[in-house]
């Protein structure tokens, strides 16, 4: 298997269907990743990101283009492409345990009991979950119901972990200490990750390559830049490093100066065409 080729995709398309016709959300997406690469997707709100997401998880099909997973099209969801949301979907009647467990009944046949015990505990222990295991989720708080998430999702075994935005509800305190725990169990495991944030610093840190997105409609990759810093990685020694801060203003630079968000203009069009139509139609009754 060529690992440079492990997960590639070729000009991904998507145009959805509107009541005003096909709006594109994205074109021309091309990207390879190489096996246990950490990639972040980063891009302003409503480039595409999301949907460049559910394209990989095969909950979306591409509507040009697509997506080879070792040498596999992806055409659907599947247990080795494990997805996290942001709100960690737990369901709310079972124990941390049992969410953990049914994924791996549902993913990996030929475990008895006993095998089947461990290696939920394994997956719990990744996410230093195993004091909370008989909890439900609504005793639990978000941090917790995302290691969860987390832990559901790496004992399917994936090859492919896709993350949108998986700590995003979540306090910096919190938040910080997630990062640190993906960052040891990707160091371990060695899953190919993406993960889309919002953070740069989060993107800087966790990252071998961050993708950035121009603003759509029509999104597409815009630049992508490699993180090489050396692994393990810790955010109060980088915090004075001249190449960690070299790729924070890279970043920044893309978002804020490159593809500075020009929705607000478009915005302020529409609620000025509005206000018009108002005072308009505000005239017209008064009359
Ligand atoms: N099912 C759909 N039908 C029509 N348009 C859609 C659909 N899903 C997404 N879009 C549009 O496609 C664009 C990209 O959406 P997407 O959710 O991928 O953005 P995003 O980068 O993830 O944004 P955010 O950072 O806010 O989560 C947006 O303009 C969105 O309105
Ligand atoms: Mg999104």
């Known amino acids: 298997m060529d690992i440079d080729n492990h997960l590639e995709l070729t000009q991904v398309g998507m145009k959805f269907p ?12 091309n990207l390879r990743i190489k096996k246990g690469e950490f990639i972040s997707l980063i ?10 997401l559910n394209v990989v998880a095969g909950l979306y099909k591409a509507t040009d283009g697509g997506v080879i997973l070792d040498n596999t099209e992806v055409n659907e969801p599947g247990p080795e492409r494990a997805v996290v949301f942001q709100n960690h979907s737990l369901l709310p009647w079972l124990s941390v345990y049992k969410n953990v467990e049914l994924a791996v009944k549902q993913t990996r ?19 230093h979950m195993t004091h909370a295991k008989d909890k439900l989720p609504s005793e639990i708080s978000g941090g917790m119901k995302q290691r969860v998430g987390i832990a559901r999702a790496l004992a399917m075994e994936p090859k492919v972990l896709l993350m949108d935005e998986p700590f995003g ?14 960052m040891e169990i990707h160091a371990e ?22 993708v950035m997105m121009t ?12 993180v090489d810093l050396p692994r393990p990685r810790n955010r109060i020694t980088l915090a004075d490093d001249p190449a960690y801060n070299h790729c924070r203003h890279e970043v920044l ?27 308009a139609k505000d005239a017209s009754s008064a009359a």
């Open 109 to 127: 046949q030929g475990r008895n009991k006993a095998e089947m015990r461990a290696w939920v505990e394994h997956n719990l222990e990744l996410v």
């Open 253 to 279: 630079s893309f978002l804020y100066e490159k593809q500075r968000k020009v929705e607000n203009v478009a915005d302020h069009q529409k609620k000025r065409e509005s206000a018009t139509e108002e005072k």
């Open 215 to 226: 603003n759509g409609p029509s999104a597409t990759i815009g630049e992508i830049l490699d």
């Open 43 to 52: 891009g302003h709100s409503g480039c595409g990101k999301s949907t460049v």
């Open 18 to 29: 509107t009541p005003k016709g096909d709006f594109v959300a994205l074109t021309d997406v």
């Open 189 to 210: 495991l060695g899953n190919t990750v993406i993960m889309i944030t919002h953070d740069v610093d989060e993107a800087v840190l966790l990252s071998d390559r961050i």
């Open 169 to 182: 509800a979540l306090d910096a305190l919190t938040r910080a200490h997630l990062q640190d725990s993906l």
